[in-house]
């Protein structure tokens, strides 16, 4: 039952991914200089996902419409990010935004939060 329910979801979450890519949009432009600058304050942060989670698919859609190439890992089974982000954030649960600061490092985990914090700090 449960490799069931693991099937129908992937299943559902590739079909929402799909329609994601084919509607997303365009992307906010800026001019090469902003775009340089804003490419380096990203360097400090870092997007733990699954690919085919529908809440890290609105915040990679955000991040799309953004113009924000932030780094991306896939917590998947057996992927090393996977225990990354359980030892530094505390719990498996994406998308988690890790973010690098002077100060330290804070993980930040519901996608309405990380949307408004990007929304906020790029836009």
């Not at 039952?1 to 693991?6: D, H, Q, T, V």
């Not at 942060?45 to 989670?53: G, N």
């Amino acid at each position: 039952m449960r490799s069931i329910l693991y099937i129908f979801r992937n299943l559902l979450g590739g079909v929402i991914a799909f329609f994601d890519i084919i509607t997303r949009g365009f992307k906010l432009k800026r001019s090469k200089t902003a775009q340089q600058a804003i490419e380096k304050e990203l360097e400090n942060l870092r997007l733990y996902q699954f690919f085919a989670c529908p809440f890290c698919i609105k915040t990679r859609r955000t991040m799309y419409k953004l113009n924000l190439p932030i780094i991306k890992h896939s917590v998947s089974n057996n992927s090393p990010y996977r225990q990354e982000l359980l030892e530094g954030g505390g719990k498996i649960q994406t998308p988690c935004l890790r973010i690098e600061t002077e100060s330290g490092t804070q993980w930040m985990y519901d996608s309405k939060d990380i949307i408004k914090y990007l929304t906020k700090r790029f836009s």
